[in-house]
């Protein structure tokens, strides 16, 4: 009975982990789509209890992107983000954490799912729905579900958890580009009265 209980478990522990290894290889395909040498846009739309909802349009290129709602744009060079809200012509500079990147974009995961998180992966009607649990209790997003198209490897939902707080992210109209860097920086002459606050 103990040796029939072992293999149970040992074949137990074979699926978890071919199961996280498939997980991960649609990630990793997914990560190659997003990858894209010149860059890709997207539309957007995001929920959260903290943010309401808002739409707009993406920019990414590697770590960095530049996004536009109708309340505000954002840039990110790779280490600096400027926030412009439109209402107030004020402009917020800081160097965002990994939870407040992933807020504002949904391709962030690409940078952060290689390591720290555990994965399990089931087919829906949608394609596939990855979800990440963290294995540190430090990290920032605890949680994530990822669903990507079957065909195209392309993401089309975000959901991640902070704390016990949701935030979910829709994708539609992803393209390809061949973006220049400076998309990514704040231009300051096209905003001369904008009042420039540093958080850093």
Known sequence: MKRILNILMMLAVTICSANAQTAKLVLDKTASVLSNK?????????TG?????????????????????P????????KTQWTYMKSQQEVNVSNPTEAELQAINPYNFI???KKGYSYTMKTVSAGY?????????????QEMYITVNKSTYAPSQVKMRQGKKWTTINVSSLKKANLSSSVFTFPSKD???AEVIDLR
Do not use: C
């Open 38 to 46: 010149g860059g890709v846009t997207a539309n957007f739309s995001i």
């Open 49 to 69: 209890k903290n943010i309401g909802t808002t739409s707009g349009k993406i920019s990414v290129k590697g770590r960095m992107f530049q996004a536009t709602t």
């Open 71 to 78: 309340q505000a744009m954002v840039w990110f060079n790779g």
């Open 111 to 113: 940078n952060i799912y």
């Open 129 to 141: 729905e990855v979800h990440l649990k963290a294995t540190d209790a430090k990290r920032q997003i």
């Open 191 to 193: 905003y001369p009265n």
